[in-house]
């Protein structure tokens, strides 16, 4: 930096805005820059924060140093001084996810003179823009225009006046009005930055660049958020809304073009429907794509003791898919896991030639940076300045949280080892849906509703929090409760148990056929063990879709079933029984599950929302709290015994472990869980490798 003062550098810096019309300036600015000249950009990534802006665990009270926006902060801080020339950006899932969420949104919802808390922080974070996830259409399109100030054109939708919002552009392109066939929010933004570059000579200089940043979320949102959106909205595919707005971004003036997309990576044929269609998207003419939704680290963690690359992104062809390097299709790609535990970096250099700004492609560097980078053993620091930003609500927040419902007596609600058996942490909440249904069947007016009164009514739900997020992400409720030490539940409790608050209660109506489907799809989150094997063997492989392991359940524990783990995927079901006999394919059920299962999500093999009967206006998590109330002492002999499933018992040559949270043996042997049989080392990212025996 030799011809321009530190002070001047940072002061250009901070000239940068959002606009669709600014391009003739830099055009006029640009014809004075030297053939040749550098600037090398580094692009920032937050996704799927979920309103994690502390450390802090809302359902358990505690500090969690794993996890928060505030130590993403202190890497932001150390990315920008590391290369003042930087772009911050957001890939969605933002403003749910917490009892801090639920809080605004529906405890006590923010009002329009207010300000998100997860965007106020963004605001001080100087975020230059955001892209928009599924979870943001969860607290309905009224919500979610007050708190973006964003006028979606759409008919019963509120118009917001001058609300608190975020202090920069939200765009979203493939998200339109059925009525208008417009976009609710912009499809894209244009935002002119002033970069620091080096000239041909060496000596620096302040250079335009123009960062067009576009915006896509999966079209299942149609499905999951049926509620809140159908008739109102419509979804495009991804690659179309890309071929519309990128070329017209390159027109007004786009130097870079960078895709905000909240889906993982699938390289399978693209259709406009898939829920993680990033992967097509390098094909449309962007420079870079920011990831989102899976959860996942792309590419591979690259501190020391990282953990490794999940097993889906593995699997990805190595020679469209560079996990190590971070290009897809050769498009510098970024995913930074979720809950702000990482930042994603795509470090680029650009050359001015003839005229324009050229991304020099072999100089790309990608990396999914998490608070161990230092030296892959101790988190970094919290941003000390974030915390008292939103003090207010984190208070109103502890004080929501800790309200009371009930008691538990003489057992905890655990999904550290759902995986082998366990429904601790899951029984409850079936026995809430099943209770839930039959009473809305029994004071049915409707002629038809009543008509299903003989039909068995069964639940599932599915283990949320059971290590998707992280070795510290499992729920864990009332540990300590014994008869002499009974522990009162609170508000928060029923939040770990069932982790979407957004989800509302549905009942599908089933054959005996489409039960062995359903699980069988369940089943699916198992490997396929090989009793021959001497070596290692990872009983649940993969735990990005640990939502998708449906547990079922029927009152009295009336419905069993067994799962082979030896078989291939689709003929792992056996002696699957209730009241005592076997299920045949044309028997009749009813299944109380959720509006995300029930229309489609997942993945269930005929549950696609045409089996639908029940469509409740009542939030899953709020019908188990209200279960918890009417019971008003939980027990494990009514609560928490009732074991549907359990694996064929196998002998195997060599071991077989699951990945669960350390120092959590004594819970398996209090449970009477003999299949773990030992705790074992652990692994990269924290987890203890427990040791299965299949044979007990």
Same mark, same amino acid.
């Given at each position: 930096? =030799?011809?321009?003062?530190?002070?001047? +550098?940072?002061?250009?810096?901070?000239?940068?805005?959002?606009?669709?019309?600014?391009?003739?300036?830099?055009?006029?600015?640009?014809?004075? @820059?030297?053939?040749?000249?550098?600037?090398?950009?580094?692009?920032?990534?937050?996704?799927?924060?979920?309103?994690?802006?502390?450390?802090?665990?809302?359902?358990?009270?505690?500090?969690?140093?794993?996890?928060?926006?505030?130590?993403?902060?202190?890497?932001?801080?150390?990315?920008?001084?590391?290369?003042?020339?930087?772009?911050?950006?957001?890939?969605?899932?933002?403003?749910?996810?917490?009892?801090?969420?639920?809080?605004?949104?529906?405890?006590?919802?923010?009002?329009?003179?207010?300000?998100?808390?997860?965007? /106020?922080?963004?605001?001080?974070?100087?975020?230059?823009?955001?892209?928009?996830?599924?979870?943001?259409?969860?607290?309905?399109?009224? !919500?979610?225009?007050?708190?973006?100030?964003?006028?979606?054109?759409?008919?019963?939708?509120?118009?917001?006046? =001058?609300?608190?919002?975020?202090?920069?552009?939200?765009?979203?392109? &493939?998200?339109?009005g059925v009525a208008s066939q417009q976009p609710i929010f912009n499809p894209y933004s244009i935002i002119y930055k002033r970069f620091v570059g080096t000239k041909p000579?060496?000596?620096?200089?302040?250079?335009?660049? =123009?960062?067009?940043?576009?915006?896509?979320?999966?079209?299942?949102?149609?499905?999951?958020?049926?509620?809140?959106?159908?008739?109102?909205?419509?979804?495009?595919?991804?690659?179309?809304?890309?071929?519309?707005?990128?070329?017209?971004?390159?027109?007004?003036?786009?130097?870079?073009?960078?895709?905000?997309?909240?889906?993982?990576?699938?390289?399978?044929?693209?259709?406009?429907?898939?829920?993680?269609?990033?992967?097509?998207?390098?094909?449309?003419?962007?420079?870079?794509?920011?990831?989102?939704?899976?959860?996942?680290?792309?590419?591979?963690? *690259?501190?020391?003791?990282?953990?490794?690359?999940?097993?889906?992104?593995?699997?990805?062809?190595?020679?469209?898919?560079?996990?190590? *390097?971070?290009?897809?299709?050769?498009?510098?790609?970024?995913?930074?896991?979720?809950?702000?535990?990482?930042?994603?970096? @795509?470090?680029?250099?650009?050359?001015?030639?003839?005229?324009?700004?050229?991304?020099?492609?072999?100089?790309?560097?990608?990396?999914?940076?998490?608070?161990?980078?230092?030296?892959?053993?101790?988190? @970094?620091?919290?941003?000390?300045?974030?915390?008292?930003?939103?003090?207010?609500?984190? *208070?109103?927040?502890?004080?929501?949280?800790?309200?009371?419902?009930?008691?538990?007596?003489? !057992?905890?609600?655990?999904?550290?080892?759902?995986? +082998?058996?366990?429904?601790?942490?899951?029984?409850?909440?079936?026995?809430?849906?099943?209770?839930?249904?039959?009473?809305?069947?029994?004071?049915?007016?409707?002629?038809?509703?009543?008509?299903?009164?003989?039909?068995?009514?069964?639940?599932?739900?599915?283990?949320?929090?059971?290590? #998707? &997020?992280?070795?510290?992400?499992?729920?864990?409720?009332?540990?300590?409760?014994?008869?002499?030490?009974?522990?009162?539940?609170?508000?928060?409790?029923?939040?770990?148990?069932?982790?979407?608050?957004?989800?509302?209660v549905q009942a599908v109506k089933i054959k005996g056929s489409d039960l062995k489907n359903w699980l069988e799809t369940a089943a699916k989150q198992f490997g396929q063990?090989?009793?021959?094997?001497?070596?290692?063997?990872?009983? +649940?492989?993969?735990?990005?879709?640990?939502?998708?392991?449906?547990?079922?359940?029927?009152?009295?524990?009336?419905?069993?079933?067994?799962?082979?783990?030896? *078989?291939?995927?689709?003929?792992?079901?056996?002696?699957?029984?209730?009241?005592?006999?076997?299920?045949?394919?044309?028997?009749?059920?009813?299944?109380?599950?959720?509006?995300?299962?029930?229309?489609?999500?997942?993945?269930?093999?005929?549950?696609?929302?045409? /089996?639908?009967?029940?469509?409740?206006?009542?939030?899953?998590?709020?019908?188990?709290?209200? !279960?918890?109330?009417?019971?008003?002492?939980?027990? !494990?002999?009514?609560?928490?015994?009732? #074991?549907?499933?359990?694996?064929?018992?196998?002998?195997?040559?060599?071991?077989?472990?699951?990945?669960?949270?350390?120092? /959590?043996?004594?819970?398996?042997?209090?449970?009477?869980?003999?299949?773990?049989?030992?705790?074992?080392?652990?692994?990269?990212?924290?987890?203890?490798?427990?040791?299965?025996?299949?044979?007990?």
């Open positions: 930096m =030799n011809k321009i003062c530190w002070t001047s +550098v940072i002061a250009a810096l901070t000239l940068s805005g959002c606009a669709n019309n600014n391009s003739s300036s830099a055009t006029t600015e640009a014809e004075t @820059i030297p053939e040749g000249t550098i600037v090398k950009v580094s692009l920032l990534e937050t996704t799927d924060l979920h309103q994690n802006i502390l450390s802090y665990d809302y359902y358990g009270l505690k500090a969690d140093t794993s996890i928060g926006l505030e130590r993403t902060a202190a890497l932001i801080q150390s990315a920008r001084a590391e290369n003042p020339n930087t772009v911050l950006l957001d890939d969605g899932d933002v403003i749910q996810g917490t009892l801090l969420g639920d809080q605004q949104a529906v405890a006590s919802p923010v009002t329009c003179a207010g300000t998100l808390a997860i965007h /106020k922080a963004m605001n001080a974070l100087k975020f230059d823009g955001a892209g928009v996830g599924n979870h943001e259409f969860n607290y309905g399109l009224n !919500f979610l225009s007050q708190i973006t100030n964003k006028d979606f054109g759409i008919a019963g939708v509120n118009k917001p006046n =001058n609300c608190g919002s975020p202090g920069f552009p939200v765009v979203l392109s &493939n998200v339109v000579d060496g000596s620096s200089m302040v250079v335009p660049v =123009n960062v067009g940043i576009i915006g896509f979320v999966p079209p299942q949102i149609m499905d999951w958020d049926q509620k809140n959106l159908a008739g109102k909205v419509m979804v495009n595919g991804v690659v179309e809304s890309a071929q519309k707005y990128v070329p017209e971004m390159r027109s007004k003036g786009a130097d870079l073009v960078v895709a905000l997309s909240h889906g993982g990576l699938d390289a399978s044929p693209y259709s406009p429907k898939m829920e993680n269609g990033s992967y097509h998207l390098t094909t449309t003419g962007i420079d870079a794509l920011m990831l989102g939704h899976s959860h996942l680290i792309f590419p591979a963690a *690259k501190e020391k003791n990282g953990p490794k690359l999940d097993a889906s992104l593995a699997a990805l062809p190595a020679d469209k898919v560079d996990t190590v *390097k971070g290009l897809v299709n050769g498009v510098p790609a970024v995913m930074a896991q979720s809950w702000g535990r990482r930042l994603g970096i @795509i470090q680029l250099t650009l050359k001015y030639q003839s005229g324009k700004w050229v991304v020099q492609k072999d100089l790309t560097n990608v990396e999914a940076r998490g608070f161990k980078y230092k030296d892959g053993v101790t988190n @970094i620091d919290a941003d000390a300045s974030i915390a008292p930003l939103v003090d207010t609500e984190h *208070k109103a927040t502890l004080a929501y949280a800790a309200q009371s419902l009930g008691t538990s007596t003489d !057992f905890g609600m655990s999904a550290f080892f759902s995986l +082998v058996g366990d429904v601790s942490a899951i029984q409850i909440v079936n026995q809430a849906q099943i209770d839930y249904v039959k009473n809305f069947i029994a004071s049915s007016t409707d002629p038809v509703i009543a008509s299903y009164k003989a039909i068995p009514v069964i639940s599932c739900s599915a283990p949320f929090k059971a290590g #998707r &997020n992280g070795s510290t992400d499992f729920t864990d409720v009332a540990p300590t409760a014994t008869p002499a030490n009974p522990v009162t539940l609170q508000v928060r409790n029923p939040g770990d148990l069932y982790l979407y608050g957004n989800n509302n063990i090989n009793p021959a094997l001497k070596t290692e063997q990872d009983l +649940v492989p993969d735990y990005s879709t640990i939502y998708n392991y449906d547990v079922f359940y029927a009152d009295n524990n009336a419905l069993r079933y067994q799962i082979d783990v030896t *078989k291939p995927v689709g003929s792992r079901i056996s002696n699957l029984q209730y009241a005592g006999k076997a299920v045949a394919d044309s028997d009749d059920f009813i299944v109380a599950t959720n509006d995300y299962r029930a229309s489609g999500g997942g993945s269930v093999p005929g549950i696609d929302g045409s /089996k639908t009967i029940i469509k409740s206006p009542d939030a899953n998590q709020a019908v188990v709290s209200d !279960f918890v109330k009417k019971q008003g002492t939980v027990t !494990f002999a009514k609560n928490g015994s009732g #074991r549907s499933w359990s694996f064929v018992k196998v002998s195997t040559q060599g071991p077989v472990i699951l990945r669960s949270a350390p120092g /959590k043996f004594s819970v398996a042997a209090n449970l009477g869980l003999p299949q773990v049989v030992s705790e074992g080392a652990l692994d990269a990212a924290g987890y203890a490798k427990y040791a299965i025996d299949l044979s007990k």
